[in-house]
């Protein structure tokens, strides 16, 4: 909303009526921004936007009084949102973590470490332990010796620039000396119970606003655009990780780490390091037994492998570091009624249940919404058909348990028989979808029951929409979840390729957009350019965009890297479309099969049938088939979706409409100096000096594709001991075919 178009409709020209109405609007307008900065942490008005809305919501309530709101917008704090940070692209990634949530995924995670490692049970193997602190991470960059720039996590690889808030922080240095030249220092901001206490006193007898929680608070009040209130509020900052550093800090995470604390930085008292599960388990207990008395929020323990070589090494999945864990504390319980029982339609069509509740307090958060997963768990029922809660189903009235574990949603984990009113009713779980009216089925094996409207499910449509437009996707500025809601409630786009003629059908499109409400000629225009800045996008990220059942980010990347352009994946999913026809058929007939019964005769028949659906599919389609679930990470039922995807007329004439108008990027080659880059690798037989995990992930850092399967397009076999069909296979292509000290020697790590 442009501040000129605020500034039309002047309160004195008001009569009482519109007054009364546009404060209403205002309310709500502003409540979504606020929403949307502090809750979603995704503003979607510009600062100046904001202000005028303010502004003028204070103009109509000066000149009617009367007419204020309660809940009036001007008795909320709020800074604008924060459209205004710019944006730092982190040197290094800044990662989160996986989590363990009882003593077996920390044993898990633990062995699993020493399998990828190849280290025996009895090898020594440190970890440090430390407590997780509520907050929220920020990175501080140094270069010889000074503070440069300080960011929030952001996405992860791109933060916003809280600099000269940071400044402000005590426990930062700005200065450092004897450091590395350059030195990222990672670590959480948060606020002590104290200080949050105070902090709360204050603003209630100032503005009537308070915080939730310490960690909320911390987050609001780092993230000012006004450095100044930043400064007014006590913050702290404990040192953890790092991120880019141009010599080593220590050869060790408790090295490390004393490193920072003897550059200045705060360090955890309560990090130690400890030589195996039992011992870890028994600090996590020690600082939960303690954590009421620590003075500021945790929620859970955080385990490093202490040893920087092993870290190295162990490297990291698609945004989570393989050898770290967080053990959170477990969940908070609460009781409350249910209400009622939604459908929501999500992209896929899956239609997932959601509990509506008398609003509940559950760990310092009200919850008024939870999961209720799918039909099966509703009824007491687990995937398998076994009782989950001693097989009680929920119904709405009952009084029900609700479990929240850190940012994982809310559900309903227990039902109270005794309280359950005389007339509550089973829930039937509707078999249409409640928004297209279409058919909802659930097929063979699987959990969830779907809507089968396609693009007919305004639904359906709409959460594709919003998928599109996601951070992980096409990430449009201004083009958010509730924008495209609106768009498309209001008919201006149906499908992604509407994004990119908006400006094109909309000739006027300017005159139309900035008549709508929210929207001035200046806004309008960022629209549109923020769309154009996107035609040009990474593939992976298009290919994660099209929200196809089963490519997530991770698929997306690896087709990405494989393919390294639109077509030449397309051409091969069009190619594999009989292969993968032949492959469900003969996996339906199994299922079939199987239902019927298992005895030997029939395996055999099934597998000679499956023997004449392979044998009747082209060879053309078989090598593309191969060829896409021969990529590591890619199996069969990836593939079949891509196929059903590119194979419905509708679906496909829609992506296609959407790729002629873009320019897909192929992704950078990871490394293109190393021996191996852009190569396809196998690996076979048994290797000794590193797992096959571990082969995979540093092949790809050298830019390598790592495939499953020997194909004329392999490169490279790696063959340890035991290599059978593979090594044949690329003896009689003519692949080179090398041992795993010639591999380490190649790659440099002989
Ligand atoms: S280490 C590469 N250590 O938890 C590992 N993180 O849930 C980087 N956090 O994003 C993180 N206390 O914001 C680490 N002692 C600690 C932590 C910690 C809190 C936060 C951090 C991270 C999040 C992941």
Not at 139 to 156: C, F, I, M, N
Not at 379 to 388: H, L
């Amino acid at each position: 909303m442009s501040s000129e178009e605020n500034a039309m409709t002047k309160p004195s020209d008001m009569d009482e009526a519109t007054a009364k109405q546009r404060l209403d609007e205002l309310a709500i307008l502003l409540g979504s921004a606020n929403d949307a900065y502090y809750q979603d942490d995704a503003p979607d008005l510009s600062d100046a936007d904001y202000d005028a809305l303010k502004r003028e919501n204070a103009a109509i309530e000066a000149q009617f009084p009367h007419l204020k709101r309660d809940d009036s917008p001007s008795e909320q704090v709020g800074a604008a949102p924060a459209a205004g940070f710019s944006k730092i692209t982190h040197a290094e990634r800044m990662l989160s973590l996986s989590n363990a949530f009882d003593g077996g995924d920390v044993e898990d995670f633990v062995a699993g470490i020493r399998r990828y490692l190849g280290l025996s049970p009895d090898a020594p193997l440190a970890f440090t332990a430390e407590p997780k602190i509520d907050g929220l991470s920020l990175s501080l960059r140094y270069e010889q010796g000074q503070l440069v720039h300080a960011a929030t996590r952001g996405d992860g690889s791109t933060g916003e620039n809280v600099t000269a808030n940071a400044r402000t922080i005590s426990d930062i240095p700005t200065t450092l000396e004897n450091a590395p030249d350059i030195l990222e220092v990672r670590g959480e901001v948060y606020m002590s119970h104290a200080d949050f206490a105070a902090l709360n006193e204050r603003q209630a007898e100032a503005d009537g606003k308070t915080f939730a929680n310490p960690r909320n608070a911390a987050a609001g009040s780092l993230r000012q655009l006004d450095a100044s209130i930043t400064k007014s509020r006590p913050l702290k900052f404990f040192a953890y990780a790092w991120g880019e550093v141009s010599a080593p800090l220590s050869d060790t995470q408790t090295g490390a780490l004393e490193h920072l604390q003897s550059l200045g930085f705060q360090i955890n008292d309560r990090t130690k390091t400890f030589n195996g599960c039992e011992e870890m388990l028994a600090h996590y207990a020690s600082i939960e037994e303690g954590r009421a008395g620590l003075g500021y929020d945790i929620d859970g323990v955080v385990y490093k492998v202490d040893n920087l070589s092993y870290q190295r090494r162990l490297g990291m999945r698609s945004t989570t570091p393989r050898w770290a864990i967080a053990h959170k504390f477990p969940a908070e319980l609460a009781w409350t009624t249910l209400e009622a029982i939604d459908i929501q339609v999500g992209r896929t069509g899956a239609l997932s249940p959601v509990a509506r509740l008398a609003p509940v307090t559950v760990g310092g958060v009200v919850v008024s919404n939870a999961t209720l997963h799918n039909e099966d768990y509703i009824a007491g029922r687990d995937s398998n058909g076994a009782p989950i809660r001693d097989g009680k189903d929920i119904r709405v009235g009952d009084t029900v348990q609700i479990y929240r574990a850190g940012d994982v949603i809310p559900k309903v984990a227990d039902v109270d028989l005794s309280k359950r009113p005389d007339d509550a009713v089973p829930y039937h779980f509707p078999t249409e979808c409640p928004e297209c009216n279409s058919q909802a089925i659930r097929e063979e094996g699987d959990a969830v029951r779907r809507c089968t409207g396609g693009l007919i499910c305004p639904a359906q449509a709409v959460e594709k929409l919003k998928h599109f437009v996601s951070r992980a996707a096409f990430d449009i500025e201004g083009l958010g979840a509730k924008q495209v809601e609106a768009f498309h409630s209001d008919g201006w786009i149906a499908e992604p390729a509407d994004i990119f003629t908006l400006r094109k059908r909309y000739g006027e499109a300017m005159q139309q957009l900035k008549n709508r409400e929210g929207w001035g000629e200046k806004s309008a225009e960022n629209l549109f350019q923020a769309i154009d800045d996107k035609r040009e996008i990474a593939l992976a990220r298009l290919i994660f965009a099209l929200g196809i059942r089963h490519v997530g980010e991770v698929a997306a990347a690896d087709l990405a890297r494989h393919y390294a352009s639109w077509d030449a994946l397309a051409a091969t999913v069009d190619a594999a479309a009989s292969a993968a026809i032949a492959h469900r058929a003969a996996e339906e007939a199994i299922v079939a099969e199987r239902a019927r019964a298992a005895d030997e005769s029939r395996r055999a028949n099934l597998s000679a049938a499956r023997e004449t659906a392979w044998a009747e599919t082209p060879s053309e389609a078989k090598a593309a088939w191969d060829d896409l679930t021969g990529i590591d990470g890619i199996g069969a039922t990836v593939a079949v979706s891509l196929v059903t995807t590119f194979q419905q007329p509708s679906e496909r004439a829609s992506i296609d409409r959407l790729v002629e108008m873009l320019t897909p990027t192929a992704p950078e080659a990871r490394a293109t100096d190393s021996p191996v880059a852009g190569k396809t690798v196998v690996f076979t037989g048994s290797l000794e000096k590193m797992t096959r995990a571990e082969a995979k992930a540093r092949a790809e850092s050298l830019g390598a594709k790592v495939s499953g399967s020997v194909s004329a397009k392999t490169d490279l076999l790696v063959a340890g001991p035991g290599a059978g069909s593979k090594a044949t296979k690329a003896a009689d292509l003519g692949i080179e075919t090398i041992d795993e000290d010639a591999w380490l020697a190649l790659v440099g790590d002989g």
